[in-house]
């Protein structure tokens, strides 16, 4: 059998794998938080309660109205954006003129109440969601097997990320957001309807980590407690890369990801421990983050 | 002043008058060791600006090394709270200087993340006993005088701790120290440019409030014999946040209050489930106890939305007013 660095290859090339697949939840959640935080300047700690809601919507839609995973690959992000709409109209609306620690904390106590409410209802136990038909099995690479599955999650995020980058970068629309990030007293004053556009960014960023869960729940149990061990997680890859760009957000994802699932081969003990270990580094080295740029 | 001393005071002697009134010792010890963590952690928030994510891998840190110390290592109670008190320092020291290179929201958190990190580790490490905790600490006698092992005589020490430390955390705050966080709090640019070495400033409030927390953390261990892995949760990092807000952050007492509110919320929201399945006849209430969170995440965010000033800082507005009314 094949090795590399004494370790058999199909292990080594699985195990990269699944850090991609973990990769393309940090490009996604960080993605998403990185366009809140440019317009609303909020760090958005329900990100990852929202991603979670992603999943159980998933589940919930096939256990008790039969709606499969397509359908809610398509309807969860819209349910979990139009969530995210009433949370910026009703509460994160009023918190703009204060302190940003303030969003901080509020989106924190509601990730607090979506997951005691989903654990009231559901156990800490998880719940299985079976993989769609059409993307079970696997496809022998010859070099390796490849789980089709998962081989999907990790394209379709990287389409979805480059969309977004794409949108923001590319587009009028995306103009008028940056416009939004840089001045929004001044793009206000050009007659564009700023709070809209900041309640339709929100719904947009939360509604990414709405397909961003709907997209883990058959490769990862669906638990109440999924989203905070990520998100917090994605606070350091956000530290790592910096908030300041679309690309740096996407490509420190998934390249810490990568790392993640390498160190799992080589030194399993420190697999969990391997991000914050980075986010150490890069602090002592270049304190903005490695696409940031010093304020 | 006058009035203010004798205030403490007369709060002093209620606090001593508790075993003997036979309110439970073990909740106001819990009460107090609480109510220490909250103070150690406003210091920060409060009076430096600071928002720290993670200070509950001081909380747990020090938890663990006072077990480990006086359990595994025999080491004497005052030791072994000294022990976990310079490793909370040092542990403060790192993360200090790590989290003080960026401000505002980043510095939340790097503060979180590099807690998660200290989380991860417990649960790995084979001392800790993983998910168990660390049971069966045993308190021992207090400077080979005072046997711990009688509550009574424990809750004293406890109480004794907390008197010390916010005394401690009193006179900081009204020292030219204190003046100097305060100011950084207000305005940092002004502060760098009257000459202060403002990221030392910083770095020496996070670890003052990091040893604090571990001596919140070891006396902990003391009172419940046992160290475990809840202590180290972003969870309990959360829940001082939540105990400085409800109190009042920025003044003395407010997170006291605030650590005494949440404790009895943690305590009685079970039962106030059991009533409310009784009286409602919906089933969904008896499962409140074990959802706590929920509870806890409604009142979060109650309080940033409409009670920002927390108990303390509302009554002290209104008094405000009344005097120049």
Redesign the interface.
């Known amino acids: 059998m094949t090795t590399i660095f004494g370790i058999p290859i199909q292990a080594f090339l699985g195990q990269l794998l699944l850090g991609l697949v973990n990769g393309s939840f940090y490009a996604i959640l960080s993605l998403g938080l990185a366009v809140i ?1 440019g317009l609303l300047n909020v ?1 958005n700690f329900a990100h990852g309660a929202l991603y979670m809601l992603g999943a159980f919507l998933a589940w919930m839609g096939l256990s008790y109205f039969g709606l499969n995973y397509w359908a809610m690959l398509a309807l969860a992000p819209v349910l979990v954006g139009l969530f995210g709409i009433l949370i910026e109209k009703f ?1 994160l609306k ?2 703009y003129k ?1 302190d ?3 969003g ?3 989106t ?10 989903l ?3 559901y156990g800490v136990s998880g719940l299985p969601y079976s993989t769609p038909d059409a993307l079970r099995g696997a496809t022998n690479l010859g070099f390796m097997i490849l789980p089709n599955y998962r081989a999907w999650v990790v394209v379709a995020s990287i389409v979805v990320c480059l969309i977004t980058w794409f949108v923001i970068e590319k587009t009028r629309l995306g103009a008028l957001l940056r416009a939004g990030t840089e001045n929004p007293k001044m793009l206000e004053a050009f007659g564009v309807n700023v709070p809209l556009m900041v309640t339709l960014t929100y719904g947009f960023g939360v509604a990414l980590a709405g397909f961003a869960g709907v997209l883990a729940a058959p490769v990862l149990q669906i638990s109440p407690l999924m989203g ?1 061990n990520l998100i ?2 994605v ?2 890859v ?2 790592i890369g910096g908030m300041g760009s679309i690309m740096g957000a996407i490509v420190t994802g998934l390249g810490l990801g990568v790392i993640e699932g390498l160190t799992k081969v080589f030194y399993a ?1 420190a697999s ?2 391997v ?3 980075i ?2 580094i890069v ?2 080295f270049r ?1 903005a983050g490695l696409f940031g740029k010093e304020k | 002043m006058k009035r203010q001393a004798l205030g403490y005071l007369i709060f002093l002697v209620l606090l001593a008058l508790v075993p003997v009134a036979g309110i439970y010792p073990i909740f106001v010890m819990k009460v107090m060791c609480y109510a220490l963590f909250a103070c150690a952690f406003n210091l920060l928030l409060g009076y430096t600006g600071l928002l720290s994510f993670g200070h509950a891998a001081f909380l747990g840190t020090a938890a663990y090394s006072a077990g480990h110390a006086i359990k595994i290592w025999g080491f004497s109670p005052e030791l072994g709270i000294l022990f976990a008190v310079v490793v909370a320092g040092l542990l403060g020291l790192i993360i200090g200087s790590l989290a003080i290179r960026r401000s505002g929201i980043y510095f939340a958190m790097i503060t979180l993340a590099m807690s998660q990190m200290v989380f991860f580790f417990f649960l790995q490490a084979k001392f800790t006993g993983g998910e168990d905790g660390l049971q069966g600490v045993p308190r021992g006698v207090l400077f080979g005088l005072i046997d711990l092992k009688n509550d009574i005589n424990l809750y004293y020490v406890v109480m004794t701790i907390f008197a010390l430390a916010y005394f401690l955390i009193w006179r900081t705050v009204n020292s030219p120290f204190g003046q100097v966080l305060k100011a950084l709090r207000e305005n940092e640019a002004r502060t760098t440019s009257l000459g202060y070495d403002v990221d030392r400033f910083k770095l020496m409030a996070f670890v003052l409030s990091a040893m604090l927390a571990g001596l919140a953390g070891a006396t902990k261990t003391l009172v419940f014999v046992s160290a475990t892995l809840s202590d180290a949760t972003w969870q309990m990092s959360g829940l001082v946040v939540l105990m400085t807000l409800v109190g009042g952050m920025g003044t003395l007492v407010g997170p006291v209050i605030g650590a005494f509110i949440v404790v009895l919320l943690e305590n009685k929201v079970g039962d106030f489930g059991t009533a409310m399945a009784g009286w409602t006849g919906i089933e969904w209430f008896t499962r409140l106890g074990e959802s706590v969170t929920i509870v806890i995440g409604l009142i979060f965010v109650i309080c940033v939305l409409a009670f920002r000033k927390g108990l303390v800082g509302e009554l002290n507005a209104w008094l405000d007013r009344r005097r120049n009314a």
Do not use: D, Q
């Not at chain 1, 924190?108 to 409410?117: A, C, D, H, P, R």
């Open positions: 935080f760090i509460m009023h918190l204060l940003h620690l303030y901080l904390l509020l924190f106590g509601i990730t607090l109440i979506l997951e005691g409410l654990r009231s209802f905070s917090i997680i606070f350091a956000v530290v003990e969990s421990t991000v914050f270990i986010m150490a602090l002592l304190p």
